[in-house]
């Protein structure tokens, strides 16, 4: 389906660090989660600081610390507040931006909740939250200090913790990838339909290349987070329904696109569970959903593309991939500008292809690569919605139908090596 998604800059900047850093020697072992709210419309943005939550046990990254894991259509940084050294650093994209390539946006002014986990620092810090515009230029961002001993950081965790059940568990927190997979419009009496479902998802995500390779290093918790009401919210036909996480269909007016605007309600019903990246099942048989980087994946359980589905979405939410399908008839040059390299690594203007699979092409393939050709890797145009000015890298892929066998080559090389990213201390 079709995602709003806007994109950004060039190259993405994955394992750029100044130095090896010990997680121990300035974090300690807590995630510190800080709830914002962005606002703004297609002139002008702003970000605003909501609260700040604290809970037992950092699940996060402890390798490459300083470091971006792609560019992203924003960023958060901690510095240390004496020495201004950078602590942490990472990227995100959010239904926000999103949102800002609507026609909406040039009209009315709105606001988003976004929250992001980090580990809490020993002493006191700084943290900078920045939004880039589709050209990765600053668009907006806010800076504001965390003293780990405030006492209005909430301290959760610790109370009542909702109902979950492990279907994948590899190793410790602290040293796996931590996927939380959440119900949403299950009841109470649908919770075990729920765990069937989760374990179908987590079948098929791990089904496919590379996460097949490297399912050793990820956790998968199932979340029966219990709704009021069985099913979720079809705006478009009257039905809103209470549900654990308040999604909705025809987010944007698109119908099949289905996101939460709950974001915090999202993070606190996690609480006391570690996790890193997001899964929400929409127990519905209508076709759609939505993934976004760093945020989350959401789709519908009971249609029958869920397995292709399920997986595409995690390639936007976890490996930050593009759409690689187009519309002959609509070029959408406000979502990713031609004249600026998208930091996706699995689409391309040209502007910089030397940073992005350009490697990876057999000697001889002409670049572009005429659509009659059918080489394992190439630079085919038409890609991001865009049927001129962009290019993929397979004539088909996970990213690009739901039909593909998996992720082309390009795609798998970007999730590897995201996970390696996540795992494994680069070598100086």
């Known amino acids: 389906m079709k995602r709003f998604v806007i994109t950004l800059l060039a190259s993405a900047c994955i394992g750029t660090t100044l130095h090896a850093q010990r997680f121990d020697d300035h974090f300690r072992d807590t995630t510190l989660r800080v709830d914002y709210i962005f606002s703004g419309d297609a002139g002008r943005q702003s970000i605003h600081f909501d609260r700040a939550a604290a809970t037992p046990v950092w699940a996060g990254r402890r390798h490459n610390l300083a470091a971006l ?12 507040a004496r020495t201004g050294e950078i602590l942490y650093a990472s990227s995100f994209s959010s239904l926000f931006q999103e949102w800002l390539t609507t026609d909406e946006a040039t009209q009315l002014s709105k606001a988003f909740e976004n929250s992001f986990l980090l580990p809490m620092p020993r002493s006191e810090a700084t943290v900078k939250v920045t939004l880039l515009d589709t050209r990765g230029r600053e668009c907006a961002s806010l800076t504001h200090r965390i003293d780990p001993d405030d006492i209005l950081i909430r301290r959760g965790g610790t109370g009542r913790i909702a109902p979950h059940r492990y279907l994948l568990r590899s190793d410790d927190c602290r040293r796996a990838i931590d996927v939380a997979i959440v119900a949403e419009g299950y009841t109470e009496a649908e919770a075990e339909r729920f765990y069937a479902d989760a374990q179908s998802a987590c079948d098929h995500i791990f089904a496919h ?4 390779s490297y399912r050793d290093r990820f956790n998968v918790v199932a979340v029966a987070a219990p709704s009021a009401d ?4 079809v705006p478009r036909d009257g039905i809103w329904r209470s549900t654990a996480v308040g999604s909705h269909f025809d987010t944007f007016y698109s119908d099949r696109y289905l996101t939460t605007g709950d974001v915090h309600r999202l993070h606190t019903l996690l609480e006391g569970i570690p996790y890193e990246h997001i899964v929400i099942l929409a127990n519905t048989d209508t076709y759609g959903g939505g993934g976004i980087y760093n945020s989350y994946t959401l789709t519908t359980a009971h249609h029958p593309q869920f397995a292709p589905v399920v997986v595409h979405e995690f390639g936007h939410s976890f490996g930050g991939l593009a759409d690689e399908y187009y519309y002959e008839n609509d070029v959408m040059s406000d979502t990713y500008p031609t004249d600026t390299e998208p930091w996706e690594q699995n689409i391309t203007t040209l502007k910089d292809f030397a940073s992005k699979w350009q490697d990876m092409l057999a000697p001889g393939t002409p670049v572009p690569t005429p659509a009659a050709d059918t080489l394992e890797v190439a630079v085919y145009e038409g890609a991001a919605y865009s049927f001129k000015g962009l290019y993929r890298p397979a004539h088909d892929c996970r990213m690009h139908t739901n039909s593909a066998p998996g992720f082309c080559p390009v795609c798998r090389r970007a999730i590897e090596r995201l996970i390696v990213f996540y795992t494994e201390e680069k070598k100086q």
């Open 230 to 233: 069985s099913g979720v919210s």
């Open 69 to 80: 894991p792609l560019q992203g259509n924003g960023q958060v940084e901690m510095r240390d």
């Open 209 to 212: 290349e590379p996460f097949a």
